[in-house]
């Protein structure tokens, strides 16, 4: 079992925290009524995109350094300004004060998320992809095609606004990583995810199958096939963040549970809090 210290812990937190801040600057150029915004704070990032946008919290700030009621002010600041909750991601490796000083302001939890690693070997061998399957790098014609099965995938009625169309612009970040799995010509599944380069993290989401290709391990295939193309690009480990349990792609590969993240929330805007905690394990 591999021991998680902070500065690990540090390194997987840019899963969570480089994807929102490089969705930010994607929405600043196509979307600038939105108001997007992204600030450094405490060696992490404040992260605005849209009131009610799944994307836009405070993650990756006072592991590697302490978070001060200063900089807490700041991030409050920062989210009253536009309107919108404060939120915050923090681990079970962050100071005991900081939990103290979250308690006095009345943060409370409003989300659990589990936190999965694996470590990238770009020797690995990969069993083969499933029979009458081909998977290949998505083109950005595809990514509003793809961005579709993602959200069908998690919203089968339909995906409320401020999810629509989530997964579309990471096609146009440099790193971002897109695959698209094809049965008979016809797109069938999908899986994304982004190099962060300065830790050697591969952030993997955007996943999908369409319904009727279900069952056929595409998943755990396009999974491999991410996993193979980040080592290739330098990542050391692999990084998944999810509710609820881990996917069933994701066990059988050698994946184990870093830590939990606690989201919490109030109702007043302007004093709403968010708030990730974690719990730590490692790879077996």
Same mark, same amino acid.
């Given at each position: 079992?591999? &021991?998680?210290?902070?500065?690990?812990?540090?390194? &997987?937190?840019?899963?969570?925290?480089?994807?929102?801040?490089?969705?930010?600057?994607?929405?600043?150029?196509?979307?600038?009524?939105?108001?997007?915004?992204?600030?450094? /704070?405490? @060696?992490?990032?404040?992260?605005?995109? @849209?009131?009610?946008?799944?994307?836009?919290?405070?993650?990756?700030?006072?592991?590697?350094?302490?978070?001060?009621?200063?900089?807490?002010?700041?991030?409050?600041? &920062?989210?009253?300004?536009?309107?919108?909750?404060?939120?915050?991601?923090?681990?079970?490796?962050?100071?005991?004060?900081?939990?103290?000083?979250?308690?006095?302001?009345?943060? *409370?939890?409003?989300?659990?998320?589990?936190?999965?690693?694996?470590?990238?070997?770009?020797?690995?061998?990969?069993?083969?992809?499933?029979?009458?399957?081909? =998977?290949?790098?998505?083109?950005?014609?595809?990514?509003?095609?793809?961005? @579709? /099965?993602?959200?069908?995938?998690?919203?089968?009625?339909?995906?409320?606004?401020? &999810?629509?169309?989530?997964?579309?612009?990471?096609?146009?970040?440099?790193?971002?990583?897109?695959?698209?799995?094809?049965?008979?010509?016809?797109?069938?599944?999908?899986?994304?995810?982004?190099? =962060?380069?300065?830790?050697?993290?591969?952030?993997?989401?955007?996943?999908?199958?369409?319904?009727?290709?279900?069952?056929?391990?595409?998943?755990?295939?396009?999974?491999?096939?991410?996993?193979?193309?980040?080592?290739?690009? @330098?990542?050391?480990?692999?990084? =998944?963040?999810?509710?609820?349990?881990?996917?069933?792609?994701?066990?059988? *590969?050698?994946?184990?549970?870093?830590?939990? /993240?606690?989201?919490?929330? *109030?109702?007043?805007?302007?004093?709403?809090?968010?708030?990730?905690?974690?719990?730590?394990?490692?790879?077996?």
């Amino acid at each position: 079992m591999q &021991f998680v210290d902070k500065a690990l812990a540090r390194r &997987f937190e840019s899963a969570e925290e480089m994807p929102q801040v490089l969705y930010v600057r994607v929405f600043q150029k196509v979307h600038p009524e939105i108001g997007a915004a992204e600030e450094e /704070i405490c @060696g992490g990032h404040m992260i605005f995109a @849209g009131v009610g946008s799944p994307i836009g919290r405070a993650v990756g700030m006072g592991v590697d350094r302490p978070f001060t009621a200063d900089d807490l002010d700041r991030v409050e600041q &920062f989210y009253r300004a536009r309107n919108a909750p404060s939120q915050l991601d923090v681990c079970p490796l962050h100071d005991p004060e900081l939990f103290e000083m979250f308690k006095e302001r009345g943060y *409370s939890i409003a989300e659990l998320n589990n936190v999965l690693y694996r470590a990238l070997d770009v020797d690995e061998k990969f069993p083969p992809v499933p029979v009458g399957c081909e =998977i290949r790098c998505g083109r950005a014609d595809e990514a509003e095609a793809a961005s @579709g /099965i993602v959200e069908r995938a998690f919203f089968p009625e339909g995906a409320p606004k401020e &999810f629509a169309g989530l997964l579309t612009p990471l096609y146009q970040m440099e790193d971002g990583l897109t695959f698209v799995a094809s049965i008979g010509g016809e797109m069938a599944a999908c899986g994304a995810g982004l190099i =962060i380069r300065e830790q050697k993290v591969f952030a993997l989401f955007g996943a999908g199958t369409r319904i009727e290709f279900r069952g056929r391990g595409l998943q755990t295939a396009l999974l491999r096939v991410r996993m193979a193309a980040a080592a290739e690009a @330098g990542c050391e480990y692999a990084v =998944i963040v999810t509710r609820g349990g881990a996917p069933r792609s994701a066990m059988p *590969s050698g994946w184990a549970f870093a830590w939990r /993240i606690a989201r919490s929330r *109030s109702l007043r805007i302007g004093r709403s809090r968010v708030v990730v905690l974690k719990c730590v394990m490692g790879q077996s």
